[in-house]
């Protein structure tokens, strides 16, 4: 296979056709790194070589371009790139990332942790399928909501004093009893910990 031409493209595109009528676009700096010049000759498994390390850096390029927008585990940066890159592509800007430290699920956990249990105020059930939805599962999981277990029954009763109390105001409408109590388990809370909270309030109050 003979290389037919190499002309600028677009920015640092170049167009490099092949045998006179087939074309590929790769980085300038490909272009220079495996000496692409006119009757340039390269095999199949070279060519193969070529069109891989193109597609990398695509990749690499589009991998930190998601995590300067926000932070991302390891399975969902890979789960992002496999929509547009094969799966070895996927893995190896994915390795490559966390070899850095530009991806790290232990803190990623902490951080998801952190702002759905202290700053919105869900339980842990529902914090855990947060995580499960980003890629956070097993012990990585548990270990994370492990940091904020203690003041689940605090938060929960926050929560009852800031959001429903005056839905609480009359201990005997047991329907908005129940309300609030549904209410507070699709928050993530679990069902002991939440007669035991409102049962608090209401006695309380």
Known sequence: ???????KYKGETMCVIFDGDKR?????????????????????????EILYASELRRA???????????????IELFEKLSKNYDEDICFE?????????FINDRRYASQIVYSYMECKRYGP?????????R???????????????????????????????????????LKAVNKVKNALVRL?????????????FLEDN
Request: aromatic share 10%.
């Open 135 to 173: 890629g956070i599962r097993g012990s990585l999981a548990e270990e994370a909501l492990e940091e904020y277990a203690d003041g689940t029954f605090e938060r929960l009763c926050s929560v009852i004093e800031q959001k429903y109390s005056w839905e609480l105001c009359d201990k005997e409408d």
């Open 188 to 200: 993530g809370y679990d069902y002991d910990d939440i007669n035991a909270a409102v049962r608090e």
């Open 60 to 74: 690499s390029r589009r991998a930190m371009y998601l995590i300067n927008e926000r932070d991302y585990s390891y």
């Open 24 to 48: 590929t676009y790769l980085h300038r700096e490909l272009v220079s790194k495996y000496s692409l010049k006119p009757l340039t000759e390269i095999t199949h498994d070279e060519l193969t």
């Open 93 to 101: 800007v994915a390795d490559k990332m966390a070899q850095k430290g």
């Open 1 to 7: 296979m003979t290389v037919t031409s190499v002309e």
């Open 125 to 133: 059930k529902r914090v855990r399928q947060e995580l499960y939805k």
